[in-house]
C-alpha cells in the first residue's frame, strides 16, 4: 500500500506542475520521487526528438551517477523504431514490466546488458513508461530499473507500484507538453517577428539591418547595466524589449514606397529634370542660330542654364544646404524660359519643396508621412495578443520616437509616461541612425559625433541624462558588439 507520505509527495508534485517555473528541476523531482516510491536503484528519462529517445536524465544511486542537464551524458540516442525496450515503450505505446532482463526472451535487452558489460552494474527488473500527449503523441520514455525490497534485494516491479508510477509519468507528460507547448509558441512569435522584419528589409534597402541592430545594442546595453550595477533591469523585461526593438519599425510597411526610399532630394524627379534642360539649351541655340538672339545673350542664358544644371545635379546628392546654396536657389528658380513647348522655368513649383530641404532629404511633409510609421505600429501591434510575458511590447515598440520633453511623437507623451525600456529603445534608435552604414543619403557618422548629438538631446530635455551618460563607455566596451 501507498504510505501516507507518498501520498502527500504525489499531490505535492501536482501543486508543484503549476507553480514551479524551472522544469528541468521538476522533472528531477518526479524521477526522484519516481525511484523512490518503487525503491528501485537507477532510473533513466529519455526525451523525444526527430524519430530519436536522447538520454535526458539518469540516476544510479549504486554507482553515485547523477547525469542530465548541465552534464552531458554520452549516450547515442536511441531509434524510435529500434528493436530495445524503450524504443518498443515508445512505438506501441505501452508500458513494459521485465522482471529478469537476463532470463527474458520476448525483448531485445542488448543496450542494458552492454551497459553492464562497461561498468559492472547487473541490472534485472525493468518498468518502462512511453510519456504520451493527449493525442497520444509519444513525448519520451521513463524507464527504472531494479526495484528492490526493503532488505535491497532486486525484485520485479509490483503492480500496485507500476499504478502510482504511472500517475507520476502521467505528471511528466504534461510538464513535457506543457514546455512543448511554450516551446512552440515562442517558436511562432519569433517566426512572426522574423518574418515582419524581412517584411520590412524587402521594401527598403536602406533599413535592412536596423532592427536587428537596435536589439542588439538595447540588449547588451540592459546587461551592461546590470553588470555594472547601474540598474536591475529583470530577464522577462530584456526579453520584452527584444521583441520591441524587432518591430518598433513594423509600421514602415505602410509607408509609401517613394517615400521610405527616398535617397535624394528630387529622387525620381531628376531625369525629368535634366531633360527640361536640355530642352531649353537647345531652345536657346536654335534662338541664336535663327537670329532671335546675339552671341551675347546666347552666352549669357546658355551659361546660366549650364551653370544651374550642374547645380542641381551636385545639391540632388547633398543632405545639407548651407547659405550660399539657398541664395544661389534664390536666384535661379526665377529664371524663365519660353519655348515652342511653354515656359519652363529651372525649378518648377512642384519641386521647390524638395530643392529647399534644409537637411535629409524629405520634404516637410514626407517627414510627417515617415513619421506616422509609430502610429501605424502601434494600429498593427494592438491586434496582436502578446500574452502576460510580451503584455509591454506594444507600448515599447509603438513609443520609440517619444521624448522626456514631450517633443517626440506620434502621442507627445513625456518623462512620467516612459519607462527606462522607453528610454533606451529610443536612445538606441537614435544612435543606430546616426551610425548607420546601410542609408545610400548619407555616411556613418563616427561613435563619438553620435555620442556628443546624444548629450545634446539629453541637454534639451529629450533623452534620459543618466542612460546617456552611461552610452559613452558602453560603446566602446565589448557590449557593442556582442
Known amino acids: 500500500m501507498i504510505m501516507s507520505k507518498d501520498l502527500k509527495k504525489i499531490l505535492d508534485i501536482g501543486i508543484s506542475l503549476s507553480s514551479e517555473k524551472n522544469s528541468k528541476k521538476l522533472l528531477s523531482k518526479i524521477l526522484n520521487f519516481s525511484m523512490e516510491i518503487s525503491n528501485c536503484d537507477a532510473a533513466t528519462l529519455y526525451l523525444l526528438k526527430d524519430d530519436n529517445l536522447y538520454f535526458t536524465l539518469m540516476r544510479t544511486k549504486s554507482l553515485n551517477i547523477s547525469k542530465g542537464?548541465?552534464?552531458?551524458?554520452?549516450?547515442?540516442?536511441?531509434?524510435?523504431?529500434?528493436?530495445?525496450?524503450?524504443?518498443?515503450?515508445?512505438?506501441?505505446?505501452?508500458?513494459?514490466?521485465?522482471?529478469?532482463?537476463?532470463?527474458?526472451?520476448?525483448?531485445?535487452?542488448?543496450?542494458?546488458?552492454?551497459?553492464?558489460?562497461?561498468?559492472?552494474?547487473?541490472?534485472?527488473?525493468?518498468?518502462?513508461?512511453?510519456?504520451?500527449?493527449?493525442?497520444?503523441?509519444?513525448?519520451?520514455?521513463?524507464?527504472?530499473?531494479?526495484?528492490?525490497?526493503?532488505?535491497?534485494?532486486?525484485?520485479?516491479?509490483?503492480?500496485?507500484i507500476v499504478e502510482v508510477i504511472y500517475s507520476l509519468a502521467s505528471m511528466t507528460s504534461i510538464l513535457l507538453l506543457n514546455d512543448k507547448l511554450y516551446e512552440e509558441i515562442n517558436t511562432l512569435l519569433d517566426s512572426f517577428v522574423n518574418a515582419m522584419v524581412s517584411a520590412i528589409d524587402q521594401r527598403t534597402p536602406y533599413n535592412a539591418f536596423h532592427s536587428i541592430n537596435v536589439k542588439r545594442l538595447s540588449v547588451n546595453f540592459c546587461y551592461y547595466l546590470n553588470d555594472f550595477n547601474l540598474a536591475k533591469i529583470k530577464e522577462n523585461d530584456i526579453e520584452e524589449l527584444k521583441m520591441a526593438s524587432m518591430l518598433h519599425d513594423i509600421g514602415k510597411i505602410i509607408i509609401p514606397i517613394e517615400v521610405l526610399n527616398k535617397a535624394n532630394r528630387f529622387e525620381n524627379k531628376i531625369d525629368k529634370m535634366l531633360l527640361r534642360y536640355n530642352l531649353i539649351l537647345s531652345e536657346i541655340k536654335n534662338n541664336y542660330l535663327e537670329n532671335k538672339i546675339d552671341l551675347n545673350k546666347y552666352n549669357e542664358l546658355y551659361n546660366n542654364v549650364i551653370d544651374a544644371k550642374e547645380f542641381i545635379i551636385e545639391l540632388n546628392n547633398k543632405t545639407?544646404?548651407?547659405?550660399?546654396?539657398?541664395?544661389?536657389?534664390?536666384?535661379?528658380?526665377?529664371?524663365?524660359?519660353?519655348?515652342?513647348?511653354?515656359?519652363?522655368?529651372?525649378?518648377?513649383?512642384?519641386?521647390?519643396?524638395?530643392?529647399?530641404?534644409?537637411?535629409?532629404?524629405?520634404?516637410?511633409?514626407?517627414?510627417?508621412?515617415?513619421?506616422?510609421?509609430?502610429?501605424?505600429?502601434?494600429?498593427?501591434?494592438?491586434?496582436?495578443?502578446?500574452?502576460?510575458?510580451?503584455?509591454?511590447?506594444?507600448?515599447?515598440?509603438?513609443?520609440?520616437?517619444?521624448?522626456?520633453?514631450?517633443?517626440?511623437?506620434?502621442?507627445?507623451?513625456?518623462?512620467?509616461?516612459?519607462?527606462?525600456?522607453?528610454?533606451?529603445?529610443?536612445?538606441?534608435?537614435?544612435?543606430?541612425?546616426?551610425?548607420?552604414?546601410?542609408?545610400?543619403?548619407?555616411?556613418?557618422?563616427?561613435?563619438?559625433?553620435a555620442y556628443s548629438i546624444l548629450e545634446e538631446m539629453a541637454s534639451f530635455g529629450k533623452l534620459d541624462k543618466t542612460l546617456v551618460s552611461y552610452m559613452k563607455d558602453f560603446i566602446n566596451s565589448k557590449y557593442e558588439i556582442n
Request: aromatic share 10%; proline share 4%.
Open 69 to 160: 542537464f548541465d552534464d552531458e551524458i554520452n549516450l547515442p540516442p536511441v531509434n524510435i523504431n529500434a528493436k530495445s525496450v524503450a524504443a518498443i515503450a515508445a512505438k506501441e505505446k505501452r508500458i513494459i514490466n521485465i522482471k529478469d532482463v537476463y532470463n527474458d526472451k520476448k525483448y531485445d535487452l542488448e543496450g542494458p546488458k552492454k551497459y553492464d558489460s562497461l561498468t559492472g552494474y547487473h541490472t534485472k527488473s525493468m518498468l518502462v513508461f512511453p510519456l504520451m500527449n493527449k493525442d497520444d503523441d509519444i513525448l519520451g520514455v521513463m524507464q527504472l530499473i531494479n526495484a528492490c525490497d526493503n532488505n535491497l534485494k532486486i525484485t520485479s516491479f509490483r503492480k500496485n
Open 320 to 449: 545639407f544646404l548651407t547659405d550660399d546654396d539657398i541664395k544661389k536657389l534664390d536666384i535661379i528658380k526665377e529664371y524663365k524660359f519660353n519655348t515652342a513647348f511653354g515656359e519652363f522655368k529651372i525649378i518648377e513649383d512642384d519641386e521647390l519643396d524638395d530643392a529647399y530641404i534644409k537637411k535629409g532629404t524629405l520634404t516637410n511633409e514626407e517627414r510627417l508621412i515617415i513619421e506616422k510609421h509609430a502610429y501605424y505600429t502601434h494600429e498593427i501591434l494592438k491586434e496582436i495578443s502578446f500574452g502576460k510575458k510580451y503584455s509591454h511590447v506594444l507600448d515599447i515598440a509603438s513609443n520609440h520616437h517619444e521624448f522626456l520633453n514631450g517633443s517626440g511623437y506620434p502621442n507627445h507623451l513625456t518623462a512620467k509616461d516612459l519607462n527606462i525600456l522607453n528610454r533606451i529603445i529610443t536612445i538606441m534608435d537614435v544612435y543606430e541612425s546616426l551610425t548607420s552604414k546601410d542609408r545610400p543619403y548619407k555616411k556613418p557618422m563616427p561613435k563619438e559625433k
